[in-house]
């Protein structure tokens, strides 16, 4: 059974930094997508970032280009997001999530962590 188990949130000052992880277990992840996706109060869940399990190319959406970095522990079976220069508006519950590589469907999420912060 697939579990991604999210931690490292918190209360941070505006232009801080904080590090994310999620703990991948049940399978082996090679071939997956590894994904974090955040939702702010009363609005809908956003893409964060992704890449895949493996290497290669990942992918940031524009409002955390250049600030959030996402990365992969093999021998931790653990993925990361350090998110720095953080602002108000990157206040979220943030998740991580798994899906086969080449999948439109992102099939596994954890259960969140919240990242809150102050201006």
Known sequence: QVQ???SGGG???AGGSLRLSCAASGRTFSSY???WFRQAPGKEREF?????WSGGITTYADSVKGRFTIS???AKNTVYLQMNSLKPEDTAVYYCAARIGGSN??????????????S
């Open 4 to 6: 991604l188990v999210e």
């Open 11 to 13: 209360l941070v000052q």
């Open 33 to 35: 997508r590894m994904g």
């Open 48 to 52: 964060v970032a992704a890449r895949m």
């Open 72 to 74: 992969r522990d093999n």
């Open 105 to 118: 469907r992102w099939d596994y999420w954890g259960q969140g962590t919240q990242v809150t912060v102050s």
